[in-house]
């Protein structure tokens, strides 16, 4: 297949893990690819929220000081904060018809300004709490996507229920934002952790079952590059969401 004009990314040939299991070097390249874009897209978050977050000019822009001395979210914060999901939708829904470079650099973008916007975590919880979690995420992640990789178990059923519970998640998240419960949130975090824990897995395995599906397609390089970058931001979504998550439940935050 040589080109996505009649195909999303969630659509695309998925093998099954009878025959997912003979997955060769364009298969291994691809996943290899997935992984590489995921990296930078956490490099350059990272980058952009440091930079933000340490940078006394570039902090002001985002916050204002408010009466009572606490920090309060500029009109651009509030612009950083709600653009990563235009640029989702216009990926999402505008993959067949962008060329392989415009994807690529809206998955850059996106990445930028989502790091932009988590230079507020950076202010609000200790170094210590920020690097605990991250390490804990990335032990999380790391073992669940290497799992993920190699199992012989069809997760897809399992996908489709942690897709229901993503769904129950956020709309408890929703409801959460009126009602200000602690313990609500709590119980959010924990079930959410549990979701984006599993998530992890059963993406991997999903886009190792993609790559294995491109050497009987013999898809061109521009399609699977677009298709790499695509896979790259579902697991860096995955990742970054279990980071917050485990934040939340275990940052101490700064006086």
Partial sequence: MNNLNQQEF???TVLDSHQASGTGVIAKKFMASVFMWMFVALGVSTLMAVLYATTPALTQELYQVNEKGRLSPSMLMWVVTFAPFAFLLIMQFGMARLS??????????????????????????????????????????????????TTDKDLTSFGRLLTMALIGVIVASLINMFIHSNAMGYIISIVGVAVFTGLTAYDTQKLKRIGAGLEFEGTSATDTRKLALMGALSLYLDFLNLFLLLLNLFGNRKD
């Fill in 100 to 149: 392989s470079g415009t994807l690529t650099l809206l998955f850059i973008a996106f990445a930028a300004v989502l790091g932009i916007s988590l230079s507020s975590v950076l202010l609000v919880y200790t170094s210590g709490s920020v690097i605990g979690c991250f390490g804990a995420a990335s032990a999380m992640f790391g073992v669940m996507a290497f799992m993920g990789y």
């Fill in 10 to 12: 969630s659509d695309y």
